[in-house]
T-cell receptor
């Protein structure tokens, strides 16, 4: 059974640019959630996708958007990057019933 | 509102026992999770409580009291590798979907 995998591992972008982060779900999991973890803080919920539709969103602006594909993999897109977007971005997959979340290794985004 | 509190830092001695407390106020409570996070890495799942009482898992145990909005993580026979941040997270099922709300984490330093 493969776990959650994320790519890339690290990324450096300039303020104003756009970025796409990718996540492959654990086998059998149809729900994907994305979290942002700033340095020294706990992860913050961005949004969740179930069957290719967003079904829950945290307190993040519309420039944070996502996609889920038929194979349940997912993308997180961030437009008009700001310095405060620098963080570890975590993806987690689960079943609809809400089994414990297991996170991927994360993508560390640095915005300069 | 939603709020999760845990101590910022703790220190302990190798071989000892340490208890990390967590208090929470949230709507739609649907379980409490503990995660371990080493510096620069993603959180890894440790334990899960949905009913009151103690869950034991090797050297780690977690306790929940829903009426008091309180949980603790107990680590026994501490090892140097247990030096990490420990994240308390409540699963919130309000809004028709599950999301995790994390505390800021407790940094545990284990000394020889």
């Amino acid at each position: 059974e493969t776990g959650v995998t994320q790519s890339p591992t690290h990324l450096i972008k300039t303020r104003g640019q756009q970025v796409t982060l990718r996540c492959s779900s654990q086998s059998g999991h149809n729900t994907v959630s994305w979290y942002q973890q700033a340095l020294g803080q706990g992860p913050q919920f961005i949004f969740q996708y179930y069957r290719e539709e967003e079904n829950g969103r945290g307190n993040f602006p519309p420039r944070f958007s996502g996609l889920q594909f038929p194979n349940y993999s997912s993308e997180l897109n961030v437009n008009a990057l700001e310095l405060d977007d620098s963080a570890l971005y975590l993806c987690a997959s689960s079943t609809r019933s809400g089994s414990p979340l297991h996170f991927g290794n994360g993508t560390r985004l640095t915005v300069t | 509102g939603q709020n999760i509190d845990q101590p910022t830092e703790m220190t302990a001695t190798e071989g000892a026992i340490v208890q990390i407390n967590c208090t929470y106020q949230t709507s739609g409570f649907n379980g409490l999770f503990w995660y371990q996070q080493h510096a620069g890495e993603a959180p890894t799942f440790l334990s899960y409580n949905v009913l009151d009482g103690l869950e034991e898992k090797g050297r780690f145990s977690s306790f929940l009291s829903r009426s008091k909005g309180y949980s603790y993580l107990l680590l026994k026979e501490l090892q140097m590798k247990d030096s990490a941040s420990y994240l308390c997270a409540v699963r919130d099922g309000s809004g028709g979907y599950n999301k995790l709300i994390f505390g800021a984490g407790t940094r545990l330093a284990v000394h020889p």
